[in-house]
């Protein structure tokens, strides 16, 4: 499915949204208003959900493998047991969202705002931002640099 919905209303597009939930792989819903959408279990695989507002949205269980999803507002959403294996949440609003459960191996969530989200379940790495010192902070940096018998790059 590959469609614009940048004409439709917010209730239109919710209704079809409900109409086609299971299968929205590839959609292209960028910039699409989602506030308190239900799209719990749906596969969304590489759709392009960039710049959507999916505030307090029920994404449980739903497939965002490979989804781009830069700078979507996911703020207050539910994401527990979702598959965000590949996605890209750079520049995401996440703040007080729940992804308790999800996988998130290889997600981007490059300056991500994560204020208030929760991570919890057995087993699941912790958040991954990619780039210098990613998922290390400073504290943790600092102890790495004092660690016996670590080899110190000094210069002379």
Do not use: C, W
């Amino acid at each position: 499915m590959n469609a614009s919905y940048a004409s439709l209303t917010h209730q239109e597009l919710v209704e079809i949204m409900r109409a086609v939930k299971s299968d929205l792989r590839g959609a292209d819903l960028s910039g699409a208003d989602l506030t308190g959408a239900d799209l719990s279990d749906a596969n969304l695989t590489g759709a392009n959900l960039s710049g959507a507002d999916l505030s307090e949205a029920n994404l449980t269980g739903a497939d965002l493998s490979y989804a781009n999803m830069r700078a979507a507002n996911l703020s207050g959403a539910d994401l527990r047991g979702a598959i965000l294996t590949g996605a890209d949440l750079s520049n995401t609003d996440l703040s007080e969202s729940n992804m308790g459960g999800a996988e998130m191996s290889d997600a981007n969530l490059a300056l991500s705002n994560l204020h208030g989200a929760e991570r919890r379940g057995p087993g699941r790495r912790q958040f991954n931002r990619r780039g210098p010192g990613a998922g290390r902070g400073p504290e943790r940096r600092m102890a790495e640099r004092r660690q016996p018998g670590r080899r110190q790059n000094r210069r002379h």
